[in-house]
């Protein structure tokens, strides 16, 4: 799963999202360009609360990764 944040999004709203994960037992990576910050998410996603995360300040879209077949 990628979470894409907000262009702008505060260091803080940052923080509480990678909170939010550790809170739920995932890892992840953070990536941070010029404009956006990217997180991949690692681990079994599948019990992640969308909708919470989405609402989560900062948080501009979610894209979860299809399984191979």
């Keep these: 799963m990628l979470i894409v ?5 505060s260091e803080e709203q940052l923080r509480q999202v990678k909170q939010y994960l550790v809170d739920h037992d ?4 953070q990536s941070t360009g010029a404009n956006r910050t990217i997180i991949g998410v690692i681990g079994d ?4 609360n969308h909708t919470e995360l989405e609402s989560q300040a900062g948080v501009h879209v979610i ?3 299809p399984e191979e077949a």
């Design 45 to 48: 996603t599948e019990s992640v």
């Design 5 to 9: 944040m907000r262009t702008g999004a």
């Design 26 to 29: 995932f890892d992840f990576h």
């Design 63 to 65: 894209f979860k990764i």
